[in-house]
């Protein structure tokens, strides 16, 4: 997607953003905080997710899929938040858990919830001990 700021057509004094080929009719400077949100939302690599490994299973709040990097089992949240409510947490945790005794075949593990590499997007991993 190409983002390009362009002098509006009836007055050329103010700017517009165009995103995608489609002009908005506000200036720049009113697209501001849209702009802060989708370019998050771009350069997160847990918003893109490319699926390009084992996928456990997925809900329309959640998926569990194999870590790109430390190739375990992870869970990550689709919305690009860092908080959401207990119950939900819950039913994350608990279904990341069936998983990791599926995946470590009965040996320790520990559902760790520090995010490292991506700081602002909530994942967990299902770390051995």
């Not at 593990?109 to 967990?124: E, G, M, T």
């Amino acid at each position: 997607m190409e983002v390009k700021v362009r002098k509006r057509r009836k007055d050329s004094s103010q700017k517009c953003l165009v995103l995608s080929n489609q002009v908005t009719s506000k200036p720049y400077y009113e697209v501001g905080f849209f702009c802060a949100v989708f370019l998050i939302i771009i350069m997160c690599d847990l918003c893109i997710l490319e699926r390009k490994t084992n996928i456990y299973m997925e809900t329309d709040k959640f998926i569990i899929l194999d870590c790109d990097s430390c190739h375990i089992p992870m869970s990550v949240w689709k919305e690009h938040t860092m908080s959401i409510d207990k119950g939900h947490e819950l039913w994350m945790e608990k279904r990341l858990s069936k998983i990791g005794e599926v995946f470590y075949k009965g040996k320790p593990f520990f559902i760790d919830k520090v995010q490292r590499k991506i700081p602002n997007h909530l994942h967990w991993h299902c770390r051995p001990i």
